[in-house]
């Protein structure tokens, strides 16, 4: 059975830091790229980045708005995707999915915001960014 389960969301203040992390179980996690996809509240799902294979394949990307801010890793030994948040802001504020898809060609994997075109979504955890 897979299983995507997201972990260090909290309540911050504007300009802090967190580090989220995302674990999965019951898949080959070194053939998936990994993403982070957050939804604020009233909104779409928006986003906000992905990581290839390995940390050393290819150049993550991110949405405009979190870029110099955000960073994303992986530890495949550990199963684990991770997304390191700096200089929080209140736009931030959001349930963070972790997300996977299968890598096709050596290269080619979906990132975006359409949770169906995803293999696998996680449930979520949520940051709010607030003083």
């Known amino acids: 059975q897979v299983h995507l389960v997201e972990s260090g969301g909290a309540l911050v203040q504007p300009g802090g830091s967190l580090t989220l992390s995302c674990t999965a179980s019951?898949?080959?996690?070194?053939?998936?790229?990994m993403s982070w996809v957050r939804q604020a509240p009233g909104k779409e799902f928006e986003w906000v980045s992905s990581i290839h294979v390995r940390n050393d394949i290819g150049i993550p990307g991110y949405t405009n708005s979190v870029k110099g801010r955000f960073t994303i890793s992986r530890d495949n030994a550990k199963n684990t995707v991770f997304l390191q948040m700096n200089n929080l802001k209140p736009e931030d504020t959001a349930m963070y999915h972790c997300a996977a898809a299968e890598v096709y060609g050596g290269t080619h994997y979906y990132q975006g915001e359409q949770k169906d075109l995803y293999d696998y979504w996680g449930q979520g955890t949520q940051v709010t960014v607030s003083s």
């Open positions: 019951g898949f080959t996690f070194s053939r998936f790229a």
